[in-house]
């Protein structure tokens, strides 16, 4: 998935369908470690080792092995500490990337809002980022439409079990948390969505990983008897950037 520049390449029939494009050409390489969270060695094509940055807070389980592919974003401002930031990988023997930078979910999830490719979502004028609600907390996406508002929290999904995706991939308190807040804009009349982005091509379905957070699994099915809806989409995913494919079954 390289050329000889060790840019990271993409069948050009691809980049005309993708809502959210990355910003620059990514870079090639080969993952060495992932470690202390937020950092990873990477070995680009012409043997030169980078540290990176990982935006993503999760274990990244299932997606993470050494020798797996990675494409990178390089930002050689001043400011920066790292200059580059961990994108997409691909492990030894997976057909699809997977889109591990967690900063990307909400943008992607309100740009297929915008375009109408998220059915359920449709029918509201105007989209919110990171609107303070519940206690002390900020939801990623709210939507409007006169008296009416919808409350969403985006989720990035990376881990797989089979052709199942699954969430979360580490115990997750916080995420718990969303759920209960969402249930009490429920209680207030309001709507409340978790939509979980399948940020891989290579699943059919979604379900919640009961045997790495019981206690989610658990705060998930009370939130959905509260009248929290859940949502899943499949994203296609190339160097070229990361659009909505499809809309995916959840098994509880």
């Known amino acids: 998935m390289a050329n000889s520049q060790g840019r990271a390449s993409v069948p050009a029939t691809w980049i005309e369908v993708f809502l959210v494009k990355f910003e620059q050409t990514l870079v090639a390489g080969r993952l060495i470690r992932r470690y202390k969270r937020f950092l990873a060695d990477v070995e680009l094509e012409d043997g030169t080792v980078v540290t990176a940055h990982v935006a993503n807070t999760g274990s990244m389980m299932s997606t993470n092995d050494p ?5 990178l974003s390089h930002h050689p401002a ?79 999904v990376t881990y797989r079990n089979g052709r199942r995706a699954l969430f979360p991939d580490a115990v997750t308190k916080r995420g718990a948390k969303h759920l209960a807040e969402l249930s009490n804009m429920v209680a207030l009349g309001h709507r409340g969505v978790t939509v979980y982005l399948v940020n891989r091509g290579d699943c059919t379905s979604m379900g919640p990983a009961t045997s790495i957070d019981p206690a989610y699994t658990e705060a998930l099915k009370a939130a959905v008897a509260s009248g929290v809806e859940l949502l899943a989409y499949r994203a296609g995913v190339s160097p070229a950037g990361i659009a909505i494919e499809r809309k995916l079954p959840i098994i509880l």
Do not use: F, M, Q
């Open 67 to 71: 020798a797996s592919e990675v494409a």
């Open 78 to 156: 001043p400011h920066r500490k790292l200059k580059w930031t961990l994108e997409l990988i691909k492990p030894p023997g997976v057909s699809s990337w997977v889109g591990v930078n967690t900063a990307l979910p909400n943008r992607i999830v309100a740009e297929a809002i915008t375009a109408g490719r998220i059915r359920p979502l449709k029918g509201y004028d105007r989209i919110r980022n990171e609107v303070k609600y519940g206690d002390s907390s900020r939801i990623d996406l709210l939507l409007e439409a006169g008296d009416k508002r919808c409350y969403v929290e985006v989720k990035n």
